[in-house]
């Protein structure tokens, strides 16, 4: 689920801060930078694990700050395919069942990877499971905050960098008296998220059904 990886960047230490000792200034400007950020194809940074190597540091003309490159560790949450995991349910959707782990929220369960045969409840806005007894059939409702076991079966990265603006909106010139912002309902499109994990449910057998409520 955590993983070490090795980083190298080079961290920008302001003037005013010479006088604490490198190293806390450095892994302190490390964390602002990194700490709850993901990082495109690494993962959701935690926290610094160690510096490994320290270059030489440079202070450039009209910046008064220090440049120095840095190796280190990072402490990164990553968990690897089919690995399970442990989190509650955050909320239902018809995209599937949202869960989180407290400290991660970007994690889908699929409609498909529920037990099946499921259905979503419109008017509850749950998924339920159609479980089929000797005594006929009963609804098994996924609660919002309920505790479940899921397997991670894939991971989305998606690159969130900010981008220019759209090679029409260089081409064609404001008119005057016009707003050169684009329209609110082109800006207010869903965010994405930058990193995403796609699970399935724990199978029965495994004794991972206690969360079904009926």
Known sequence: MFVLVEMVDTVRIP????????NEAIAEELNKKLANKVVYNVGLCICLYDITKLEDSYIFPGDGASHTKVHFRYVVFHPFLDEILVGKIKYCSQEGV??????????LIPPESLQQPAKFDEA?????????TDEGAHDL??????????RVTDEVFVDTSPTGPAAAATDTPAQPGHPTAPPAEDS????????TLIGTICEPGLGLL?????
Not at 124 to 132: C, F, H, M
């Open 124 to 132: 509850e806005q749950v998924w339920l499971w159609e479980y089929e």
């Open 141 to 150: 409702y996924v609660d919002q905050g309920e505790e479940i076991r899921f």
């Open 188 to 195: 207010g499109a869903k965010k994405e998220a930058p990193y």
């Open 98 to 107: 949202h869960v989180t782990m407290g400290f991660f929220d970007d994690i």
């Open 210 to 214: 206690s969360w079904w409520n009926s």
């Open 15 to 22: 003037p005013w801060n010479f006088q604490r000792k490198l």
